[in-house]
């Protein structure tokens, strides 16, 4: 067990009045003990209690996790896991179970009245993962580098003819030769008015002159995400595109400037929100500013206008202002950022002035 991130987690589930919490989430498990493992449909689940004891239960099935975890249950396929689960529990006191858990588990164990009552407890976990140790922002640092790389690539596959999905399609061979694992989520490739859509996923649309390029992309490197987006031009923007393109990056630009320890997620969003509603975009920049990014790319705690906590250092998220007009045109710029002492270091080093490619 890592005792510095537990020890996060236990001073959470105190602050929030819990003396007990079942996580079931394999990546918060895997944040607290090292060992990671993906059960599917069988339980998996790790108990903390603020008196020190941590226990383990896992499917036989599963590998070895005797040297992750001081006290590890293990069961069988044919075993029910849940009278497991509730000799360990505290039946005088609430549970704190965490989001993730499936009914199919949490049912039988209120059935089983395995705690006195059961309260969501996901905050104790999430909090600590909020905030990273200098370890895991090294490995962000190097996720991100390992990111402008790979959008250099992609830039240079723009050419006419080329399909959204030719491009998609070669990226992970990429990452795996920069040194990463994998995706940290489906890439985004759109041309054209697919921009628009904050969303689409890469077909067969051909490169015309004319178009936006649109590449929001990430990888999976030593278990931490990145995450990034920029948007290009194939072929000389017309005024109308430029105008977009230039509103968007003030908007990203300014956002990240005031990022500092104290400033809340909502004052961040609404700075970038302003500029775009200010030249008239408001409505067409529809989703929250950015979320919060780690062990996946998308984790509690997101940049929003209902988000009214100050930001931490340490804190890693993303800043993603974008205008997706129907039919028309779509721009979206993100970078990530951690916070620091006295500000944030931007982890994304690729530029972000208009690029015509092509």
Known sequence: ????????????????????????????????????????????????????????????????????????????????????????????????VDKTLAARWLVPLQQKKAASSFVLGSFAVDDARSVKTPQEQELMRQASRTNDKAMEWLAAQVHDGVTEEEIAGGLLDVYKSLGAQDHSFTPIVSFGANAADPHHSPDGTVLKRGDVVLFDVGCRQDAYCSDMTRSFFFGEPSEHQRAVYECVRRANEAAEAIVRPGVTFAEIDRTARKIIEDAGWGPYFNHRLGHQIGLEDHEPGDVSSTHDEPVKPGQCFSIEPGIYLPGDVGVRIEDLVIVTEDGCEVLNSYPKELTVLG
């Open 1 to 96: 067990m890592n005792e510095d991130k537990v020890s996060s987690v236990l001073k959470n589930m105190e602050k929030g009045g819990i003396d007990q919490l079942l996580v079931s989430d394999p990546m918060s498990i895997f944040y607290l003990s090292g060992y990671y493992t993906q059960p599917y449909e069988r339980f998996f689940a790790l108990y903390l209690s603020t008196d020190g004891r941590a226990v383990l239960f896992a499917n036989r099935l599963f590998p070895d996790a005797s040297g992750f975890c001081p006290d590890v249950r293990v069961f069988d396929d044919t075993d029910d896991p849940v009278p497991l689960v509730a000799e360990v529990c505290d039946a005088a006191k609430p549970l704190g």
